[in-house]
């Protein structure tokens, strides 16, 4: 499985940024995916993520400027970032926990659940 992340760049403060991640391989089920983030010289924290039923979960940091949303078809999760800060200014990691395709000759499916993490890229809000 792999986790293939677009969008992120360089915006000024109060400016917007999409972020898109699409999960790829032998995937049974999505369970949740979503998007963290690591500043320099801080813990990696979570912004947003959605599971498979549609909820989410976000940020107080972010709320009210971030809104995410899960494609259970293409596997996509994207994340719509306004009103940008400084302060956001982050990597930016995508995240999934998947049920993952282990052997599907025989007449039991096979599958395993785990977690996956994309290559961050980076988000830089200017003031």
């Known amino acids: 499985v792999q986790l293939q992340a677009s969008g992120g760049g360089s915006v000024q403060a109060g400016g917007s940024l999409s972020l898109s991640c699409v999960a790829s391989?032998?995937?049974?089920?999505?369970?949740?995916m979503g998007w963290y983030r690591q500043a320099p010289g801080k813990q990696r924290e979570l912004v947003a993520s959605?599971?498979?039923?549609?909820?989410?979960n976000i940020a107080d940091s972010v709320k009210g400027r971030v809104t995410i949303s899960l494609d259970n078809v293409k596997n996509t999760v994207s994340v719509q970032m306004n009103g940008l800060k400084p302060e956001d200014t982050a990597v930016y990691y995508c995240?999934?926990?998947?049920?993952?395709?282990?052997?599907?000759?025989?007449?039991?499916?096979?599958?395993?659940?785990?977690?996956?993490w994309g290559k961050g890229t980076q988000v830089t809000v200017s003031s």
């Open positions: 391989g032998r995937i049974l089920n999505i369970l949740h």
């Open positions: 995240n999934a926990e998947l049920y993952v395709i282990e052997d599907d000759s025989g007449s039991d499916l096979q599958y395993y659940g785990m977690e996956f």
């Open positions: 959605v599971t498979d039923k549609g909820s989410t």
